[in-house]
């Protein structure tokens, strides 16, 4: 909020100021909403003058108006789908994971959430503590920046399997900056799909929720990070199969009940199959 003061534009002196403090106007956003006639009469100023003191103020302070449609066309420019190989997972998450966010995948140690990331064309980065992480974003942002990538190809997809083995070991005990480097990471996540148009994919572990349900770790602190959560369940009827139970958890596009089975194959890359779709609460 910024406040009346002398200097801020030609035509508002300091006694200008005082006379329309002492009338309850204080602020650029106050002058602005007022009725120029009823305020130039209360305070005893010129009204041509309040006027142009209100002119200035709204091309230096007001955001330029925006065309429905321009936007709607950057947009479209800017964002793409990436499909995930099946396509009952597309279905699932209307076409596909989307550029610009962040989507999890959260789901117990064997479930497969490693194979269900493992796509093809892959650049694999080991990384073992949550700083390196870091410094890992760090260097795309300045690769991106750059438009330094060693494919020469537009990269479209960020992959972090798993966040929570990096972030675990910083929560809890006397180890105090755990939340501050989770939420640092989370943002480091989000600006970095929306500032180069990227699919963020981070796998999470899930942990018990009570004595029945299941959440997806690092609380609720982490859960505003991902646009849209998946979870990942073995098929307990036969858990030597590769059949998985994928549930919608989170969503802005598509109703959190749906459910869907699907099949991973030796290779670790998501095949398509002719499995029905399931519903689930």
């Known amino acids: 909020m910024v406040i009346l003061r002398e200097g ?30 009823v305020l130039a009469r209360k305070c005893s100023l010129s009204y041509k003058t309040l006027v142009a003191v209100r002119r ?15 936007l709607y066309e950057e947009l479209k420019a800017s964002t793409a789908i990436l499909p995930t190989g099946n396509n009952k997972l597309d279905n699932l998450l209307d076409s596909g994971l989307y550029t610009g966010e962040v ?36 260097d795309l942002r300045l690769s ?56 963020v ?5 899930i942990t018990k929720d009570g004595s029945t349900g299941f959440r997806p770790a690092l609380g609720r602190s982490w859960s ?3 646009s849209t959560r998946i979870q990942i369940h073995r098929d307990e009827r036969n858990k030597e199969s590769g059949n998985r139970l994928v549930s919608l958890v989170k969503s802005s596009r598509q ?16 095949e398509a199959n002719n499995v029905s779709t399931a519903c689930g609460s």
């Open 224 to 226: 505003f990070v991902p």
């Open 8 to 37: 801020l534009c030609p035509g508002l002196t300091t006694d200008i100021i005082t006379v329309l403090k002492n009338n309850h106007v204080r602020t650029v956003v106050d002058l602005v909403a007022s009725n120029l006639e």
């Open 103 to 138: 989507t999890e995948i959260a789901g117990a140690p064997g479930s497969g959430k490693t194979q269900v990331a493992s796509l093809e064309r892959i650049q694999v980065t080991h990384v073992f503590d949550a700083y390196k992480l870091l410094d890992v974003l760090q």
């Open 56 to 70: 200035v103020l709204l091309a230096q302070y007001s955001a330029f108006p925006s065309n429905g449609a321009d």
């Open 201 to 205: 994919l981070v796998t999470n572990h």
């Open 144 to 199: 991106f920046s750059q438009q330094l990538l060693r494919s020469r190809e537009t990269l479209k997809l960020v992959i972090v399997d798993s966040a929570c083995s990096v972030i675990y070991p910083l929560l809890g005990g006397k180890q105090t900056e755990g939340m501050a480097v989770m939420m640092y990471l989370a943002r480091e996540l989000q600006t970095l799909a929306h500032d180069f148009s990227l699919v």
């Open 255 to 270: 109703p959190t009940n749906l459910q869907v089975e699907v099949e991973i194959g030796c290779c670790g890359i998501l």
